[in-house]
């Protein structure tokens, strides 16, 4: 029997929704363990958040909040050894985060200070005689079986793989003393937020997305409109952020941000097996290109072969008068 850690994720005190789905990873991880699944929130003034997790529901059994001015902003290197030392001490075989920017950069650390062997992007885990994870290779296009042989593991949960649980018991809470020691090694400086009042990419319920074929920045104000109208958020393809029409942040796919929104606008996107990496699980796919031959049409659950520039404002026009946005 050995439980299962999740590190919490949370940007000035909000949670990051994707922790919520590393919970339902590791409740299946210790379901076939035996033990309990923990989560970990590390952080100054997080006992709010802290609180919600505990009591929301999620499927954790118990919630660990540790405040320190050491973990006011985060910082690999300071919560590296905190994660690793509570992994220790709860005898946590499987610790895992999710596998954004937050995970990529924490877990990796952890597994070296706990010597565990390494799975990143788990999207599945199972027993065959043992904990077996799988995880996706080459643009989504392998699967491949991993089997992790160190006493501790290290994971990093593909968030769009595990729906968020609700309705499960509430987990206990308890207060961590970690005497947390600053590293000498790192800083922290400063952190430079995208601010913006639209949802973040991995947590939007709705994106809408553009391509190439928007063919300027100024175009995508069009997909910010419809967006907005469905309190969403907007996404774009690598052709487009690298030719400046969208933010780098905004890019999706397999160097980009995997989503999986319930709603999918993919617009002027001919749907690259690289971009389709990162979008293919979203819940409804709408494609809006001109070209009717696009590979996005195989993967669209509606297809529209139109000119971008007559439809999308039609659409925001159509929702408009429905009533949505106002
Ligand atoms: C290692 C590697 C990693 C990569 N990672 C990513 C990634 O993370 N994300 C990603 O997106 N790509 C990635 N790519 C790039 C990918 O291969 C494609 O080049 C890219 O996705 C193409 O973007 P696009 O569909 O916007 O552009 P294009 O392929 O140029 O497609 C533009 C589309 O717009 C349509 N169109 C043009 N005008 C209109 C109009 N007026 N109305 C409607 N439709 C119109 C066209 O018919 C066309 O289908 C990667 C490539 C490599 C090699």
């Not at 991993?146 to 593909?158: G, L, S, Y």
């Not at 709603?263 to 990496?277: D, K, R």
């Not at 925001?316 to 949505?324: C, R």
């Amino acid at each position: 029997m050995s439980n299962v850690l999740v590190v919490a994720e949370h940007v000035e005190k909000t949670l990051r929704k994707v922790t919520l789905s590393t919970i339902n990873f590791a409740k299946q991880a210790a379901a076939l363990t035996g033990g309990q699944v923990h989560v970990l929130v590390l952080g100054e003034g997080v006992d709010t958040l802290a609180n919600e997790l505990a009591s929301g529901g999620y499927g954790a059994n118990v919630v660990h909040v540790s405040n320190s001015a050491t973990f006011t902003n985060y910082l690999a290197e300071n919560y590296a050894p905190a994660v690793a030392q509570v992994a220790k001490d709860l005898d946590a075989s499987v610790v895992c985060a999710p596998s954004s920017t937050f995970g990529k950069d924490l877990v990796p650390r952890v597994a070296a200070l706990l010597g565990a062997g390494m799975v990143s992007d788990a999207i599945e885990v199972f027993d065959d005689g043992g904990l077996r994870f799988k995880r996706p290779l080459w643009a989504d296009n392998v699967i491949t079986t991993v089997e992790v042989t160190t006493p501790f593991k290290a994971v990093t949960v593909r968030a769009t793989a595990f729906d968020a649980l609700e309705g499960e018991a509430a987990a206990e809470l308890k207060t961590l003393d970690l005497g947390a020691a600053a590293s000498d090694s790192a800083e922290f400086v400063s952190f430079d937020q995208v601010k913006s009042d639209r949802p973040e990419l991995t947590d939007a319920d709705v994106i809408v997305a553009g391509g190439r074929g928007l063919k300027s920045a100024e175009n995508f104000g069009m997909l910010e409109q419809l967006a907005d109208l469905l309190g969403g958020a907007v996404g774009a393809s690598r052709a487009a952020a690298d030719s400046g029409y969208a933010p780098n942040d905004w890019q999706i796919g397999q160097t980009g941000k995997v989503v999986a929104p319930n709603l999918y606008f993919a617009v002027a996107i001919s749907g690259a097996i690289q971009h389709l990496a990162g979008m293919k699980g979203s819940k409804t796919i709408v494609a809006i290109n001109k070209d009717a031959e696009a590979p996005i049409f195989q993967v669209a659950d509606y297809g529209l072969v139109a000119d971008a520039f007559t439809v999308v404002p039609e659409l925001t026009e159509k929702l408009q008068a429905a009533g949505l946005g106002k």
